[in-house]
């Protein structure tokens, strides 16, 4: 969406990746000046998807881009509702799948019925927003929330680290044995 949206070419957001950029523009635009319909409404699943929402969001910047008279790869001057309405149904849509998710996992015993905890990790882990929604989905359900600080959620790499390091220090370890592990350097 960010690509979609042009927002290198912002004056607020040229140097920010693309999820950052959304979330900044989020913070003054209205998300109420536009809904966009959740995806995969007919399912009653865990699974997430964001590829109807996305072609939801590219035809409506298509239309705004049509009525304000500019081409694609220009700035529309919605551009900030857009960015608020489009972060609002993803946290929406994460939120109603991952509630169903914790039902599920109390429902089948797959929690412990005290001292549950959310856990929720990489890029999305970095949009506050996001993260304030689900640590209200967590409070509401008595789980505990635990996100690692923003600035590890965007290398998967660090996770990678930051998780053995965790076993580690649990004295899990990390592997039983290196035989038969093959990596190839780039």
């Known amino acids: 969406v960010a690509r979609r949206l042009s927002l ?10 693309g999820g ?4 900044h523009l989020a913070q003054t635009g209205n998300q109420e000046l536009l809904t966009f319909r959740l995806p ?14 996305q072609n939801l969001v590219y035809n409506t910047i298509v239309q705004k ?4 008279g500019i081409q694609e790869g220009e700035i529309l001057s919605c551009v900030k509702d857009v960015a608020a309405a489009v972060q609002h149904a993803v ?6 799948r991952t509630y169903r998710a914790m039902l599920f ?13 959310l856990v929720v990790s990489g890029g999305v882990a970095s949009n506050q927003y996001i993260r304030k929604v689900l640590q209200n989905l967590a409070d509401a359900n008595d789980f505990a929330l635990l996100c690692p600080p923003p600035r590890l959620c965007t290398d998967n790499g660090v996770m990678i680290a930051w ?17 038969g592990v093959r990596y190839e350097p780039r």
């Open 105 to 117: 996992c109390i429902k089948n015993s797959i929690l412990p019925s005290k001292n549950a905890t």
């Open 40 to 53: 995969m409404r007919q399912y009653r699943n865990c699974d997430f998807s964001f590829s109807g929402l």
């Open 8 to 17: 290198r070419k912002h004056p607020e957001c040229h140097s920010m990746a």
């Open 65 to 68: 881009e049509k009525e304000e």
């Open 91 to 96: 946290a929406v849509h994460i939120i109603q």
């Open 163 to 179: 998780n053995g390091i965790e076993r580690l220090r649990a004295g899990l370890g990390v592997l039983d044995s290196t035989a």
């Open 20 to 23: 950052k950029a959304i979330e």
